[in-house]
């Protein structure tokens, strides 16, 4: 099925080149100015999908209604990128796809918003809805090698949450399952299914890089050194469930243990990118 990938940064990018060039285009945040609702830069054929990976533009999200409305005819599914920030602070709790939302922050707070916008419209369209709620993304370029040579401080173990998080590769995979017409619609939540703390992450990464051991904080120290918005993210604990994502999605991530994972991105250091 043709595929529009919205959003072509760290993740869309690769899934552009994971499909068959004659069957995906991708669309950056700029080439149709979804800010303005600017009509689609493309034809479409009568069946296509949607995979949609840019991050919402304030709470009302503006630029998804914009994209909403400028679509020529009802995609016959609509895969969306969405946060497992959404589940807020469960005090280290087990969540699964039916737990409640609860967004603390203003960073989660539009992808409820936008999941519930998009509920309504696939209801009205009858296009096929697939959310996925992703967690951090690490792989090449993103493995916080720069912040760690830096000095850049992280919390003690002992006062770190569990940690959640997929490798940009396993990511692709799942969306491209999403994708397929086979693939139930519905929410799914994305991970590799290990929940070492970011500390140990970044611990492992440093060993594996051969940089200089993490600068470690306690709490009270990070109080006082990290921006609200690091903050925030740091004391909102949980340990997401992605049962469903391979039981029902079919993807087993490759980088199930997250040690394989860096390993295998550290040879192709890129630049920062965006989602």
């Not at 296009?127 to 830096?150: A, F, H, K, N, T």
């Amino acid at each position: 099925m043709f595929t529009i990938v919205v959003g072509t940064g760290y993740t869309g990018q690769r899934v552009v080149d994971s499909l068959p060039a004659e069957q995906t285009a991708g669309l950056d945040s700029t080439s149709m100015n979804l800010d303005t609702g600017a009509a689609l830069p493309l034809e479409v054929p009568r069946d296509y999908a949607v995979l949609y990976t840019v991050p919402p533009a304030g709470d009302d999200d503006g630029r998804l209604r914009h994209f909403l409305a400028e679509l020529p005819s009802p995609p016959r599914r609509f895969v969306y990128i969405s946060t497992t920030g959404v589940y807020g602070d469960c005090k280290g709790a087990t969540v699964s796809e039916d737990s409640p939302v609860n967004p603390g922050s203003r960073m989660s707070q539009p992808r409820v918003a936008a999941e519930d916008l998009l509920r309504d419209w696939a209801t009205r369209s009858g296009s096929d809805l697939v959310i996925l709620r992703v967690p951090g993304i690490y792989g090449p370029g993103r493995l916080g090698i720069e912040r760690i040579s830096e000095g850049g401080a992280y919390l003690e173990e002992a006062d770190a949450n569990p940690g959640n998080r997929i490798h940009v590769d396993d990511l692709v995979t799942c969306c491209i399952a999403a994708l397929h017409e086979e693939a139930p619609p519905g929410i799914y939540n994305v991970g590799d299914g290990d929940h070492r703390s970011s500390t140990w992450f970044a611990r492992e990464v440093a060993r594996q890089a051969a940089r200089p051991e993490p600068r470690l904080i306690s709490r009270a120290e990070a109080e006082k050194e990290f921006s609200a918005m690091r903050l925030a993210f740091l004391s909102s604990s949980r340990i997401v469930d992605t049962t469903k994502m391979r039981e029902v999605l079919g993807v087993t991530p490759r980088y199930a243990n997250p040690e394989d994972g860096i390993a295998a991105s550290l040879p192709d250091q890129v630049p920062e990118q965006s989602l």
